[in-house]
């Protein structure tokens, strides 16, 4: 009892005001549809009865049942919107006493023309109203109150008018139209029910919705106040690198001149006090210029600038360059300094592979005592893995990974920085990981260590590795050789000018470009050294370009820079120009000294050769 009565309650009390908001929402899709329906059903009744019954008095009916719906859809554009402010409790209490009236039109149907004389009147009536009715279940699905007032108001009078015929099959009729009556409202009722439910469910999604619309807003809102920060530490990097970049020019002109001077100063027949003065000046600057290379390259890496630019090269000829360049340190220190020639040609980023190998090598050659480093390249899974070995000081399994952290040293408790700064495999892990390769280490303690760089192979070509390289690491004779010297630092250009003429070379320096056009008038080089900063808008690169436009062919040349960016680099891999960064030792230009004597010999013809010489 208590159970019905709740139903009574539930079917004439308007749900709360944003569940029937939704109500209405849904029941306004199809009003207009339901409406226009009902007015068609009417006018088909009545034709129905003028053939089958006779009765013309229906179609007055049908007029009042049409007027009716008129009035509804009338009333209907009248009403605000249920989602308006106020809008569905005005909508549904109109709504209601529209389709009171047109669910008592159907009764009143069957009230006045169900005639148990003509059993056509009540299979026409029955058929229609329980046709509404059934269309009415997805009419007014979602608002259980609404149905009840439609089917309260039609489908009564027909079970009273069935049954008050007296007749068996009215009787009988009368009896299945008010189960039908109790069998649509509980349907209709569980029908409600799950509206009611897939509203909820709605109002969660929505809430859902919005809330992950707010943490989406929160999450823009810190991404755009971390890409802030990010730019913000972007262009504090950018000034950052540019003040190195500035710094380190500066500072490596004095230290350029230095080293250059302090050359020529250990060719001037000093004593044996003044001998060992002067290793220590040149072991200091040395020292300092490595942990200004150092400085520079870490920066860059820190600061995730350097690109990879793969490119196809032989490996051969950057294995004789880094031994030209290493191999004195190693026979200084007493140690071997071993190369196995390889006719490898790779596809990396030779500027980037150079300063690894460089990097690597100086670590083997600073933490070995004796024995020697070894320089090889092997074939393994079709890949070249480049390999450095070393009969050192050893790694424990433990440090492995500490190793390649900055400022990271093993067996320098004292901090002498002519072992450097602990930064040199923290360039290598940071280049190869811009090269997007490998590089594994294997070590024991006392036995020494070996560093693996694994890079992809364009091809292997036979017997390349002597032939690309012919004069090997053996010296070449500079006497005679013809340098053309740029460079507007008047110590600089001294100091180089001084220390070539001690090795024979025949050097004509001046301070610009054009000074070194002019000079071509009577002076044919045979290579060029310029520095990369010029006067004005010249830099090394266009000078030794318009050199060779003047001259007619492509004269060896190389740029001397304090500048360590890799554009440089990439500017002068592609010009075909040798490049070496100040501060310059001795051994390292007379080393440039000797790649460019091959490089004249291979440009110039034998014959012609020997008759611009004489």
């Not at 809008?87 to 005639?115: D, E, P, S, T």
Request: proline letters at 4%.
């Amino acid at each position: 009892m208590n159970r019905l009565s709740a139903l009574w309650r539930e079917a004439w009390r308007f749900a709360p005001p944003r569940m029937l908001t939704e109500q209405m929402a849904l029941l306004d899709r199809n009003i207009t549809t339901a409406l226009l329906g009902s007015m068609l059903a009417a006018l088909i009744t009545a034709l129905a009865f003028r053939f089958a019954v006779g009765n013309d008095d229906v179609w007055w009916w049908a007029l009042v049942t049409c007027a009716l719906g008129t009035a509804g859809l009338l009333a209907r554009r009248g009403l605000p919107h249920p989602r308006a402010a106020n809008g569905a409790l005005k909508y549904a209490q109109a709504m209601r006493v529209v389709w009171l009236f047109n669910g008592g039109a159907w009764g009143v149907a069957a009230l006045l023309f169900i005639n148990a004389a003509e059993p056509s009147s009540i299979n026409i009536l029955v058929g229609v109203t329980a046709g509404m009715g059934s269309a009415a279940v997805a009419v007014f699905g979602p608002n259980w109150p609404m149905a009840v007032v439609y089917w309260l108001s039609c489908l009564p009078p027909l079970v009273w008018a069935l049954l008050r015929t007296g007749d068996p099959f009215g009787i009988m009729m009368g009896l299945a139209a008010a189960l039908y009556l109790v069998v649509m409202l509980v349907y209709a009722y569980h029908t409600s029910r799950m509206g009611r439910r897939a509203i909820d469910l709605y109002f969660e999604n929505e809430g859902l919705v919005q809330r992950l619309r707010d943490q989406t807003q929160r999450a823009l809102e810190a991404r755009q106040l971390a890409e802030e920060a990010q730019l913000e530490a972007e262009e504090a990097n950018r000034a950052k690198t540019l003040f190195l970049a500035s710094a380190s020019h500066d500072l490596r002109q004095p230290l350029h001149a230095a080293s250059l001077f302090l050359g020529s100063l250990a060719r001037s027949g000093l004593n044996a006090r003044q001998m060992q003065l002067l290793d220590h000046i040149q072991s200091s600057t040395a020292a300092a210029s490595d942990m200004l290379n150092t400085l520079m390259n870490f920066s860059k890496v820190d600061a995730g600038v350097i690109q990879s630019h793969p490119q196809r090269f032989a490996l051969q000829p950057l294995f004789h360059k880094l031994e030209r360049e290493l191999a004195p340190w190693a026979a200084q220190k007493g140690l071997a300094f071993r190369l196995r020639d390889t006719g490898l040609v790779l596809f990396a980023d030779p500027g980037l592979v150079e300063l690894i190998l460089r990097n690597l090598l100086l670590n083997a050659i600073r933490y070995t005592e004796r024995g020697g480093v070894l320089l090889g390249c092997r074939v393994r899974a079709g890949r070249a893995v480049v390999e450095v070995w070393d009969t050192g000081i050893g790694i424990a399994p433990a440090a492995h990974h500490a190793i390649f952290r900055e400022f990271h040293q093993l067996g320098n408790p004292e901090r002498d920085r002519r072992k450097g700064l602990g930064l040199g495999l923290a360039i290598v892990e940071g280049l190869a990981r811009a090269m997007s390769v490998d590089v594994d280490l294997a070590s024991r303690p006392g036995y020494g260590s070996v560093f693996r760089l694994t890079l992809p192979i364009s091809e292997v070509v036979t017997g390349a590795a002597k032939a690309t390289d012919p004069t090997g690491s053996a010296a070449s004779g500079l006497t005679g050789f013809r340098v053309l010297l740029i460079e507007d630092d008047t110590a600089v250009r001294e100091a180089m000018v001084d220390l070539m003429a001690q090795w024979g070379v025949c050097c004509e320096a001046v301070g610009t470009p054009q000074a070194a056009l002019d000079m071509l008038a009577w002076f044919n080089p045979d290579a060029v050294l310029a520095d990369y900063r010029l006067c004005g808008h010249w830099t090394g690169l266009r000078a030794v370009l318009a050199i060779r436009e003047r001259l007619d062919r492509s004269v060896p040349a190389a740029l001397i820079t304090g500048d360590t960016s890799f554009a440089r680099l990439q500017e002068a891999s592609e010009a075909g120009l040798g490049i070496l960064h100040k501060p310059v030792s001795a051994d390292r230009l007379q080393a440039l000294l000797r790649d460019l004597v091959h490089a004249a010999r291979c440009t110039w013809t034998g014959g012609v050769a020997a008759n611009e010489r004489l």
